[in-house]
Nanobody, 123 residues
Framework: QVQLVESGGGLVQAGGSLRLSCAAFGRTFAMAWFRQAPGEEREFVAAITWSGYTTDYTDSVKGRFSISRDNARNTVYLHMNSLKPEDTAVYYC???????????????????WGRGTQVTVSS
């Protein structure tokens, strides 16, 4: 069983930056970040294929967030800039056990999930 461990969350002022990390213990291929705010459903944030050549973002974070990965370290990152209070949520890392690059933004397509890391953006 693959384990995903997130880190890097915290409290930041609006306009600030954070970098989330997700360490994978085991083999994963496409990986993604999702987030869930209180009282809301979990939503897709960003995804990256195993090669790193293809990335996808939800519209609300385009131009502000960037996803990257270091396969040598089995780690995926989410660089978050120009943070807004509406970015406040628990951020979850997800990973796939297949090489498929379809449906990167769909939570059902991921086999492994981390426990999440809290990001709070104050106004």
């Amino acid at each position: 069983q693959v384990q995903l461990v997130e880190s890097g969350g915290g409290l930041v002022q609006a306009g600030g930056s954070l970098r989330l990390s997700c360490a994978a213990f085991g083999r994963t291929f496409a990986m993604a970040w999702f987030r869930q705010a209180p009282g809301e459903e979990r939503e897709f944030v960003a995804a990256i294929t195993w090669s790193g050549y293809t990335t996808d973002y939800t519209d609300s974070v385009k131009g502000r967030f960037s996803i990257s990965r270091d396969n040598a370290r089995n780690t995926v990152y989410l660089h978050m800039n120009s943070l807004k209070p509406e970015d406040t949520a628990v951020y979850y890392c997800a990973g796939r056990r297949s090489l498929s690059t379809d449906a990167l933004g769909r939570s059902f397509s991921y086999n492994y999930w981390g426990r999440g890391t809290q990001v709070t953006v104050s106004s």
